[in-house]
């Protein structure tokens, strides 16, 4: 029997997104989620690492406070820091697919070419294209 890895989370990111790699073809960034109302208020920081084209549409279209809907699969991440101690966190992989949505308003742009482009493009009845900050608009 095989299992379920699947993580979806609202948030906001707390930086700008970094790419890199040889080819720009990484780019990490990470989303704060807050749970709760008032007094129980609690945020949880979420790393994210998404491959490929999504790496040049992340790094172009989203900044700093925009709040997102990502979706992906749990992954270790490993290293050792400064000190030779060896490191673990989990991370979030982006799916290629459906796995990065834009949250909150906007118009339209070069967001639906880019994104149409970083999947590959897609048949009809699959939504792939979206518009910079739509309302729930499908990024990948």
Excluded: Y
């Excluded at 948030?11 to 990490?28: A, I, K, Q, S």
């Excluded at 992954?75 to 990065?100: A, H, M």
Aim: net charge negative; aromatic share 8%; hydrophobic share 35%.
């Amino acid at each position: 029997m095989s299992n379920l890895n699947q993580f979806i989370a609202q948030g906001n990111l707390t930086d700008d997104p970094r790419v890199m790699g040889e080819e720009n073809n990484v780019v990490r960034f990470a989303i704060a989620v807050n749970n709760g109302f008032g007094d129980r208020r609690t945020t949880t920081f979420v790393d994210c690492v998404g491959f490929g084209n999504q790496a040049a549409v992340i790094g172009k279209h989203l900044s700093k406070g925009k709040q997102v809907i990502i979706r992906g699969m749990l992954i270790p991440n490993s290293w050792e820091d400064k000190e030779g101690n060896k490191r673990t966190k989990l991370e979030v992989r982006l799916e290629n697919v459906n796995g990065f949505f834009f949250v909150g308003n906007g118009g339209g742009g070069e967001a639906a070419a880019d994104a149409e482009a970083a999947s590959g493009g897609g048949s009809e009845g699959e939504p792939v294209a979206a518009a910079e900050g739509g309302e729930g608009e499908k990024l990948f």
